[in-house]
């Protein structure tokens, strides 16, 4: 059995992250989404708990999809899921520099790691979490970019 981690913040979720989940879980017997703890970035708009939760709300449909947080280096996570294979997402040829040296780190720390690109669909080149946080910060349009709880629960955050 694969299992493969497609990890990331997932601060909010969008419809991008959501395209790459449903691809790869077709590509793999399990899929991990695993969503980062990460106390040395800026505040995320979302706890690791309400993100954890939103991810498992929208994919509850999908049977080879496991919803976890991590902390510390992905490999080690990923040691104690017995996976070999990362996932990520790649948007432009600007995702790639940076996503292809966290591959090749990855790769030599962990020992047999492989990461697997997915380009995005060309629907959701222009999305990102940042650009989904800010459309929802000034009330703006948000469909399209997310599912209809992920927008719900932005307009909730922003109002407050």
Known sequence: MTTAVYPGSFDPCTNGHLDIIKRASKMFDKLIVAVLDNPEKKTPLFSVEERVEILKNITKDMDNIEIMSFS????????????????????????????????LTNQKIGAG??????????????????????????????????????????????SK
Do not use: H, P
């Open 113 to 158: 790691i492989e990461t697997i690109f997915l380009s995005t669909t060309a629907e959701f080149m222009f999305l990102s979490s940042s650009t989904v946080k800010e459309v929802a910060k000034y009330g703006g349009d948000l469909s399209g970019m997310v599912t209809e709880e992920v927008a719900e629960k932005l307009k909730n955050r922003f």
């Open 72 to 103: 510390g280096l992905l490999v080690d996570f990923m040691k104690k899921q017995n996976s070999k294979v990362i996932v990520r997402g790649l948007r432009a040829v600007t995702d790639f520099e940076y996503e292809f040296q966290l591959a």
